[in-house]
């Protein structure tokens, strides 16, 4: 469980370890798809939490001079990071333990047939 009655929402390390020790095996080309959607989403992550310190340089500079367009953007920013609350930055660490973990997956052997 993370901080209060919320569940964890990422298990990078646990899937990192899966495919680390072999137990995590996925086809090359499953891996391959997995891998470039895991890696857009990442991107994507990135460019919000780049909004979201640009805007928090903004609304800094500004004070109480803001423009109303620059006013939207730091509030939709701001929304962002309470809804998200801190997930933008948890997902920068997360996903790419996800990316290397389906890297390696698609590496290991499959399972021998008993």
């Known amino acids: 469980m993370a901080d209060g009655p919320t ?9 990192l370890g899966l495919a680390a020790k072999g137990w995590l095996v996925v086809e090359p080309e499953e891996a391959a798809r997995v891998v470039a959607e895991l890696e857009r989403t ?3 992550v990135r460019s919000r939490a780049h909004r979201i310190e640009v805007s928090r340089r903004l609304r800094d500079a500004a004070g109480d001079d803001i423009r109303p367009d620059v006013d939207r953007l730091v509030v939709d ?3 962002d990071g309470q809804v998200m609350s801190g997930s933008w930055e948890r997902a920068l660490v997360e996903l790419p333990k996800y990316i290397e973990a389906f890297r390696l997956a698609a590496r290991n052997p499959p399972p021998r047939e008993p």
Do not use: K, N
């Open 7 to 15: 569940p964890e929402r990422f298990a990078g390390d646990l899937v």
């Open 42 to 44: 990442l991107e994507a």
């Open 77 to 79: 920013a701001v929304f």
